[in-house]
């Protein structure tokens, strides 16, 4: 017989979890009996929400979820923001919390840490919230999450376990781990989606952040189809660089809402259509007039923002190998689409507009500087830029929280996700001084894992696009120019590195001393805007 908790850690490492965030409270104390000899990795954040963005790097780093060890009460509120986030783009994450005894639940008592209902407060930012009222039910619960995480679309999941269950004694039995396969997209659909595509005269491919796994395919599927193509944020890299079919995240711009308005068939893989990928400017200008194939592994996704002529619940990959056997080489018509693209980028002109311009020096740097680096990016002036014209060589090389919920403070907690997940790759943090600000305390668990972690800081002393926003809608500035704090000073007190940085070139050289740190280096740009 092992505790509840003890079991915890059994299925954890079988799900093939290894890392966990957390830190330790009087309410997850059973949480961590035997953890020394779990084989799991603990990492202690500063702040709840930091274990959260951590997790959230990890997996988008990866493809795989992390786990969260969070208190009771206080903790849950913390981490609620970044399970937001991961809610929002479907990032796989698994939180496990305390919360209070059985008997005294809903009872509004006074107890330590209590809420009314914890689980109906982190109900709205997961797939699914479950308060574990029995040890013996940990199993199949568990198995519930990752059917969420393996073969739907993923999200956060949240289990709470009672201050009393957390002890109690079930059998050490063997564990049985399901093996969960996506679902297939029908025969049916996939002949008729065929059909149309293979005689499409202007077709178009929207790739989201549901096809980040699908590389390969995605782009044999979208040159056989010699069809233009737009990537999501979330998918950048999907086409890898320089591929003559990729528009990139255009679908807010003039150019590339009158291709998108004049394809006749346009094929939808994994992405929600939302507004912070198709329609950044919010004026519902996005417009799709042809006939729309969706595909998507969550059924009432097909049906949310546009509804499609085709709906196809499938995982992408599935749906895209189905397809291209389908389409054999020829089956369908040339249409010179990389001289369509090639025009529309020279309409777009991204690299000349002034939201773009001031920053694309600076994103050039990093790309040449370390060009297998992961860049993670917060809510800031280059980052939005980046977002228009970055060309990453593979997907999950490049995200940030501009998408979705849209929080700040994302980047830091992220990239030591994303560094602890893959320390094999570079990893940039790309953060404003204001959006720092919000976790900046996650240096110090850079600094206790040692990570040569790079955090690029666009420091404009305070919220440079809000003042944009202010001022060129007349509002008087408010709320937004900031006294930004002296980095260097706070990176010396954390035991990191500073430098300051004032040309790209700078920028470059300091970036490639980077990877031989011990510890991360603050590279501080003094910015304008």
């Given at each position: 017989m092992i505790s509840c908790g003890q079991r915890l850690l059994k299925l954890l490492a079988a799900y093939g979890i290894d890392t966990v965030f957390g830190i330790p409270g009087v309410h997850t104390i059973e949480l961590y009996r035997g953890f020394d000899a779990s084989g799991l990795r603990h990492v202690t954040p500063r702040h709840e929400q930091g274990a959260g963005f951590m997790a959230d790097g990890y997996a988008r780093a990866t493809g795989r979820p992390a786990a969260c060890f969070i208190i009771t009460g206080p903790g849950m509120t913390n981490i609620a923001t970044a399970m937001g986030q991961a809610l929002a783009d479907s990032v796989p994450m698994l939180v496990v919390s305390g919360v209070n005894r059985r008997d005294t639940l809903g009872r509004g008592q006074g107890r330590l840490h209590e809420l009314p209902s914890q689980q109906q407060t982190l109900a709205g930012v997961s797939v699914f919230s479950h308060s574990l009222l029995d040890a013996s039910?940990?199993?199949?619960?568990?198995?519930?999450?990752?059917a969420v995480f393996h073969s739907a679309r993923p999200g956060p999941?949240?289990?709470?376990?009672?201050?009393?269950?957390?002890?109690?004694k079930i059998p050490d039995a063997p564990i049985h781990v399901p093996r969960f396969y996506p679902p297939g997209a029908a025969k049916a659909a996939l002949d008729e989606a065929a059909d149309w595509l293979a005689v499409a005269e202007r077709p178009l491919v929207l790739l989201g952040g549901g096809c980040a796994d699908t590389a390969d395919s995605a782009r044999v599927l979208v040159e056989r189809l010699d069809a233009p193509t737009m990537t999501t944020i979330n998918a950048r890299g999907m086409l890898g660089e320089a591929h003559p079919l990729d528009l990139g995240n255009c679908s807010s711009l003039p150019a590339g809402r009158q291709l998108a308005a004049q394809a006749d068939v346009i094929l939808a893989l994994g992405t929600e259509l939302g507004e912070t990928d198709y329609d950044l400017v919010a004026d519902d200008g996005f417009v799709?007039?042809?006939?729309?194939?969706?595909?998507?592994?969550?059924?009432?996704?097909?049906?949310?923002?546009?509804?499609?002529?085709l709906a196809l619940v499938s995982q992408v990959g599935e749906a895209i190998d189905g397809l291209l056997e389908r389409l054999p080489e020829g089956a369908a018509q040339q249409r010179n689409s990389a001289a369509r693209v090639a025009d529309v980028r020279?309409?777009?002109?991204?690299?000349?507009?002034?939201?773009?311009?001031?920053?694309?020096?600076?994103?050039?740097?990093?790309?040449?500087?370390?060009?297998?680096?992961t860049i993670v990016g917060d809510s800031t002036g280059p980052v939005y830029a980046g977002n228009y014209i970055i060309d990453m060589p593979a997907p999950r090389r490049w995200f940030n929280a501009a998408t979705g919920y849209g929080t700040l403070g994302y980047a830091l907690p992220a990239a030591v996700g994303a560094a602890l997940a893959v320390p094999e790759r570079p990893v940039i943090a790309l953060v404003g001084d204001g959006g720092l600000m919000f976790t900046l305390s996650e240096l110090a668990t850079a600094r206790d894992a040692g990570l040569p972690?790079?955090?690029?800081?666009?420091n404009n002393q305070g919220y440079g696009e809000i003042r944009r926003y202010m001022d060129n809608d007349k509002v008087a500035r408010e709320g937004v120019d900031l006294c930004a704090p002296n980095f260097a000073a706070l990176a010396e007190g954390f035991g990191c590195e500073h430098r300051h940085v004032e040309t790209p070139d700078e920028l470059i050289a300091t970036l490639r001393t980077v990877p031989e740190a011990q510890a991360p280096v603050l590279i501080e740009i003094t910015a304008e805007d």
């Open positions: 039910a940990l199993d199949e619960v568990m198995a519930r999450a990752f999941v949240h289990i709470e376990i009672p201050l009393d269950v957390m002890p109690q799709l007039n042809g006939r729309l194939i969706r595909v998507d592994i969550e059924p009432q996704q097909l049906a949310r923002n546009r509804l499609p002529e020279q309409a777009l002109a991204l690299r000349e507009r002034p939201d773009v311009a001031p920053y694309a020096n600076w994103l050039n740097a990093m790309r040449e500087a370390l060009p297998e680096a972690l790079a955090v690029v800081i666009w």
